[in-house]
Every structure is written in structure tokens, then in C-alpha cells.
């Protein structure tokens, strides 16, 4: 999966130069220090970021980036007709009585429902791969970039999800019941910033370190930079230089972040956002607005930061249960900080090590 | 096993044994644990240098042949590439990401003006904006 694609060009790629990007094209990101090198660029419907040390690290780290997430994208997109996981909702596997399909899946589709399969057991169902039907009900049935030229609508009546418990992984052969839509959303994310580290740091020889975020799911591996890679927490990017915005470290695992400030759209009248309850097929209601989550792995945080958001007023008794590090902030822009997260700017969130999610995520 | 002051109580000389005791035997008890001594020490001064030959050679097979940049400090990284602690990188002042909700989507679009390709981006924010 790495090493085998050209370094790509990138644009803008001169200390100050801001040349108009192309699509799918990385574009350097000046941030004011010269010992990393940082670039982005778009990538499935929202953006990715990647900063290496030494610097000239940067064009093999996209490139094995690039492989990282072309491959994630064609096997679990919900909105590309030809991604695996497409293919998976069209194909007829089974006839009645059967009700029952079974498919032969890759190795990168089936690594990741298998996360998603294991991050629902871990978190009782908050976090729920079969929220497919209900996003769909809900209108977030194409890439989101689209939701929003679409006039509003009537909105059909919420489906609640079926239950990650019907659904059968066993290696790479999948159980998946008729009329059954996964939706990979709460930690294919992760998953790709954490197969992108790993695959930076192979393709580098294990030489200096990366990060990678992938809307904002953020993973790190090898040697940070002292005290830490420098990492921004805030409800959205355009939130970044905000007060309520925290500085934090982060020198090993993962910081993922979930929040109903983003990805919102109308139907009916009413305001909706992505973080579905898996129980009522509703966008969730609880107290908070955004919840930040520090993992060994970014798809632990991915999970655990969009099952915080579902539990609500429980999510403190949740997060608390499972030791992990996380900031929740209220609707009223009230901060909590939970495991050890800090409650200064510019200190190292520590990351307790071993992964409830995802074995293959390695640490 | 058959009897039991033998086993117990005393040396027993074998039958037919009559032949003089070796010349140990004879040795005085201090002569005896200053030999024992003396081996024991040996034999520590051989352990001790043996056990620092091979930790040097260890030591020099787990450095990696290229290892990072000269920014770099000593802290080591584990075989999966997993840091070890925040104290060896380059010194990076300023945040590099942001962890936040991926709300902010890009729609790319090129379209050509004059014989040029231009490619316009429209980032999509949120729609209820900070409450």
C-alpha cells in the first residue's frame, strides 16, 4: 500500500508561495517554525494534514498518505458508487428466507468493520456502524459538500438502528442482514490517520516523526518534537484562534474530537447534525457540544469521543469508566477536563497505552 | 537409605577403600574457603567483563544505521515506531493541527477561463454557527 506511488507535487511548496491548489493537490502550510515541515490537502470530504520532522521527510509522508487514504476511500466510503462498502449495500447475497448476505470482504474493508464492530462493543452501542439507514433518513445521504445545495425537504420519520449485533465478522467473511446500512463514520477517520502514521513512518524508515489528521482525528508516531507535537483543540477550525480554543501536546496516540457545531444541515425546518443515537435514529441531544478524546489509537479516540456525544448526560461516567484522557465542552461553552486531561495551554495530555478498538493500530 | 547413622552422622568409608584421603582433605578449613573464595572471585571478574562485552554489542546493533536527523537527541524509538517520550525532536513552538469536528468540507472545483485551468475551493462551515 506505500511506497509504490511518485512523491506528488506540492503546491505552494516555497517558504511563502501560495499557489492555486489543485484538486487533490498538497499545498505547504507555513505555521511559523522551520524544523517541521506541515502540508494538506482535501481528502474525503473534509481535509488532511500532515507534519513531518526532519522536513525533507514531507514528499514521502504524502505519498504514503495519499496510498493511505485512496485505499480507505474505496473500501468504506458511504458516498462513492464504487467503494467496496457501496458495493456491499447494492449486492444481492442472499435471497428470502434467508435475509441474510454474506460477503467476501478486502483486507482493508474488513480491518475496518471490524473496528467499527469493536468500538461498538466497547461502547454499548453509542458508537453503532449500523446508523447507516438513519443518516440516510435523516438526508446525509450523499458527501456532505452536497447536503447543502439540496432544498430542504420533509424529513422522513427517524430509523433507528438495527444493532451492531447482527452484523457477523468472522476474518474477512461478513454477515450482513438485508436492508442493513453501515455507516463507517465513527472510525474509519481514526483508522485512516492511524494506518497513515504507520505507513509514513515505514516509508521513512522509522526516521524523526509525523502527525496526521484526517478531519481533525489526529494521530502520531516515532519521535515527537520536544514537549510534544503542538496541537490545537477547538469545536471547528474556524474556531482555532478563539478563546475557548486550547493549546495542548500530544507525544504519543491519538486526540480525535466530535462535535454537532459542524456538518449541519435542514430538513423539515429543523436543524440536523451527523452524530446520530443509534437508539432513536436522531441526531444526539445531549449537554454537550463538542467532546475531545486522547487514545493510544485515533479510532479509540474517534470511537470514544462519538460515544460521549451519544451518552449525553452519562458521558462523564462513560469517559471516566474507560481512563481516557477528554474535554467536554457544554452548550453554554462550559469546559470539563476528564482523566488527566490538562487544564492549562501548552501541556502533554497523557495517553494511557493499549486500544479497546483497534489491535492492528498497534501501541 | 538403610542405615540411618551412615547417612547422618559421619562419613562413611567405602568398602575396600582404604587408600589415603586426597590432599583437600587434608587442608585446614580457612585454607579451603580462601580457595572458594578465590574462584568465586574469578569467576564474578569473568561474568562481570562477559556481561559488558555483549551488552556493548548489543548496544551497538540498536543503533540504527541512519538514524534521525542531527536535531535529534537519544531517545529511542520502539520497533513499531511508537515514541518513547517527547524529548528528543526538534523544538516546534507553534500548533501544527487542529483537533476539532471535520466540519469544515471542501468542495474543489476547476473550470478553464482563457485557456487556464482555475480551481476554486469553497469551505463549508458550519451552519448554526458557535452557540
Same mark, same amino acid.
Given at each position: 500500500?506505500?511506497?509504490?506511488?511518485?512523491?506528488?507535487?506540492?503546491?505552494?511548496?516555497?517558504?511563502?508561495?501560495?499557489?492555486?491548489?489543485?484538486?487533490?493537490?498538497?499545498?505547504?502550510?507555513?505555521?511559523?517554525?522551520?524544523?517541521?515541515?506541515?502540508?494538506?490537502?482535501?481528502?474525503?470530504?473534509?481535509?488532511?494534514?500532515?507534519?513531518?520532522?526532519?522536513?525533507?521527510?514531507?514528499?514521502?509522508?504524502?505519498?504514503?498518505?495519499?496510498?493511505?487514504?485512496?485505499?480507505?476511500?474505496?473500501?468504506?466510503?458511504?458516498?462513492?458508487?464504487?467503494?467496496?462498502?457501496?458495493?456491499?449495500?447494492?449486492?444481492?447475497?442472499?435471497?428470502?428466507?434467508?435475509?441474510?448476505?454474506?460477503?467476501?470482504?478486502?483486507?482493508?474493508?474488513?480491518?475496518?468493520?471490524?473496528?467499527?464492530?469493536?468500538?461498538?462493543?466497547?461502547?454499548?452501542?453509542?458508537?453503532?456502524?449500523?446508523?447507516?439507514?438513519?443518516?440516510?433518513?435523516?438526508?446525509?445521504?450523499?458527501?456532505?459538500?452536497?447536503?447543502?445545495?439540496?432544498?430542504?425537504?420533509?424529513?422522513?420519520?427517524?430509523?433507528?438502528?438495527?444493532?451492531?449485533?447482527?452484523?457477523?465478522?468472522?476474518? /474477512?467473511?461478513?454477515?450482513?442482514?438485508?436492508?442493513?446500512?453501515?455507516?463507517?463514520?465513527?472510525?474509519?477517520?481514526?483508522?485512516?490517520?492511524?494506518?497513515?502514521?504507520?505507513?509514513?513512518?515505514?516509508?521513512?524508515?522509522?526516521?524523526?516523526?509525523?502527525?496526521?489528521?484526517?478531519?481533525?482525528?489526529?494521530?502520531?508516531?516515532?519521535?515527537?518534537?520536544?514537549?510534544?507535537?503542538?496541537?490545537?483543540?477547538?469545536?471547528?477550525?474556524?474556531?482555532?484562534?478563539?478563546?475557548?480554543?486550547?493549546?495542548?501536546?500530544?507525544?504519543?496516540?491519538?486526540?480525535?474530537?466530535?462535535?454537532?457545531?459542524?456538518?449541519?444541515?435542514?430538513?423539515?425546518?429543523?436543524?440536523?447534525?451527523?452524530?446520530?443515537? /443509534?437508539?432513536?435514529?436522531?441526531?444526539?441531544?445531549?449537554?454537550?457540544?463538542?467532546?475531545?478524546?486522547?487514545?493510544?489509537?485515533?479510532?479509540?479516540?474517534?470511537?470514544?469521543?462519538?460515544?460521549?456525544?451519544?451518552?449525553?448526560?452519562?458521558?462523564?461516567?462513560?469517559?471516566?469508566?474507560?481512563?481516557?484522557?477528554?474535554?467536554?465542552?457544554?452548550?453554554?461553552?462550559?469546559?470539563?477536563?476528564?482523566?488527566?486531561?490538562?487544564?492549562?495551554?501548552?501541556?502533554?495530555?497523557?495517553? /494511557?497505552?493499549?486500544?479497546?478498538?483497534?489491535?492492528?493500530?498497534?501501541? | 537409605?538403610?542405615?540411618?547413622?551412615?547417612?547422618?552422622?559421619?562419613?562413611?568409608?567405602?568398602?575396600?577403600?582404604?587408600?589415603?584421603?586426597?590432599?583437600?582433605?587434608?587442608?585446614?578449613?580457612?585454607?579451603?574457603?580462601?580457595?572458594?573464595?578465590?574462584?568465586?572471585?574469578?569467576?564474578?571478574?569473568?561474568?562481570?567483563?562477559?556481561?559488558?562485552?555483549?551488552?556493548?554489542?548489543?548496544?551497538?546493533?540498536?543503533?540504527?544505521?541512519?538514524?534521525?536527523?542531527?536535531?535529534?537527541?537519544?531517545?529511542?524509538?520502539?520497533?513499531?515506531?511508537?515514541?518513547?517520550?517527547?524529548?528528543?525532536?526538534?523544538?516546534?513552538?507553534?500548533?501544527?493541527?487542529?483537533?476539532?469536528?471535520?466540519?469544515?468540507?471542501?468542495?474543489?472545483?476547476?473550470?478553464?477561463?482563457?485557456?487556464?485551468?482555475?480551481?476554486?475551493?469553497?469551505?463549508?462551515?458550519?451552519?448554526?454557527?458557535?452557540?
Amino acid at each position: 500500500m506505500t511506497g509504490k506511488a511518485s512523491p506528488p507535487e506540492l503546491a505552494g511548496s516555497g517558504p511563502a508561495s501560495l499557489e492555486p491548489p489543485g484538486p487533490g493537490s498538497w499545498r505547504r502550510v507555513l505555521t511559523g517554525d522551520d524544523t517541521v515541515a506541515v502540508a494538506e490537502r482535501d481528502a474525503l470530504g473534509t481535509d488532511a494534514r500532515v507534519a513531518v520532522w526532519p522536513p525533507e521527510n514531507l514528499r514521502a509522508g504524502c505519498a504514503a498518505v495519499d496510498d493511505v487514504l485512496g485505499a480507505l476511500d474505496a473500501q468504506a466510503s458511504r458516498f462513492r458508487a464504487d467503494s467496496e462498502l457501496s458495493w456491499l449495500h447494492r449486492a444481492d447475497g442472499g435471497r428470502p428466507p434467508l435475509r441474510e448476505r454474506l460477503f467476501l470482504l478486502s483486507d482493508g474493508l474488513a480491518e475496518a468493520v471490524g473496528v467499527a464492530l469493536a468500538a461498538a462493543r466497547w461502547t454499548g452501542g453509542l458508537a453503532d456502524p449500523t446508523v447507516g439507514a438513519a443518516l440516510i433518513a435523516l438526508g446525509y445521504d450523499r458527501d456532505f459538500a452536497a447536503i447543502g445545495q439540496v432544498p430542504d425537504e420533509p424529513r422522513p420519520a427517524p430509523v433507528p438502528a438495527p444493532g451492531w449485533e447482527l452484523v457477523r465478522l468472522d476474518g /474477512p467473511l461478513l454477515r450482513l442482514p438485508e436492508n442493513v446500512r453501515l455507516d463507517l463514520g465513527a472510525t474509519a477517520k481514526g483508522v485512516g490517520s492511524d494506518r497513515a502514521v504507520r505507513a509514513v513512518m515505514s516509508v521513512t524508515e522509522h526516521s524523526g516523526g509525523v502527525l496526521v489528521s484526517l478531519g481533525g482525528d489526529i494521530a502520531v508516531d516515532g519521535t515527537p518534537p520536544r514537549d510534544g507535537w503542538p496541537v490545537t483543540v477547538a469545536d471547528g477550525p474556524e474556531h482555532a484562534g478563539s478563546p475557548g480554543a486550547q493549546l495542548i501536546r500530544l507525544t504519543e496516540g491519538a486526540v480525535a474530537t466530535s462535535s454537532v457545531t459542524c456538518r449541519c444541515w435542514r430538513r423539515g425546518g429543523q436543524e440536523l447534525h451527523h452524530i446520530v443515537d /443509534p437508539r432513536t435514529g436522531l441526531p444526539a441531544d445531549g449537554p454537550w457540544r463538542t467532546v475531545s478524546a486522547a487514545a493510544a489509537t485515533c479510532a479509540d479516540a474517534n470511537a470514544a469521543a462519538t460515544a460521549a456525544m451519544v451518552a449525553g448526560p452519562h458521558a462523564e461516567d462513560w469517559l471516566a469508566s474507560t481512563g481516557l484522557p477528554a474535554r467536554l465542552v457544554r452548550h453554554d461553552g462550559q469546559v470539563h477536563h476528564l482523566g488527566g486531561w490538562p487544564a492549562a495551554d501548552g501541556l502533554p495530555v497523557p495517553v /494511557p497505552p493499549g486500544t479497546h478498538v483497534y489491535p492492528g493500530g498497534r501501541r | 537409605m538403610d542405615s540411618e547413622s551412615g547417612y547422618h552422622g559421619r562419613r562413611v568409608r567405602l568398602p575396600g577403600y582404604d587408600a589415603a584421603e586426597p590432599a583437600e582433605s587434608t587442608k585446614a578449613p580457612g585454607d579451603v574457603i580462601r580457595h572458594v573464595r578465590r574462584l568465586s572471585n574469578w569467576t564474578a571478574a569473568a561474568l562481570l567483563v562477559g556481561t559488558g562485552a555483549a551488552a556493548v554489542a548489543l548496544a551497538h546493533q540498536a543503533i540504527p544505521a541512519a538514524g534521525p536527523a542531527p536535531q535529534a537527541g537519544t531517545t529511542a524509538t520502539s520497533p513499531s515506531g511508537a515514541s518513547q517520550a517527547g524529548t528528543s525532536g526538534p523544538q516546534v513552538s507553534h500548533s501544527v493541527a487542529t483537533t476539532t469536528a471535520s466540519g469544515v468540507t471542501v468542495t474543489t472545483t476547476t473550470r478553464t477561463v482563457n485557456g487556464k485551468a482555475v480551481v476554486t475551493q469553497v469551505r463549508n462551515g458550519p451552519v448554526n454557527g458557535d452557540n
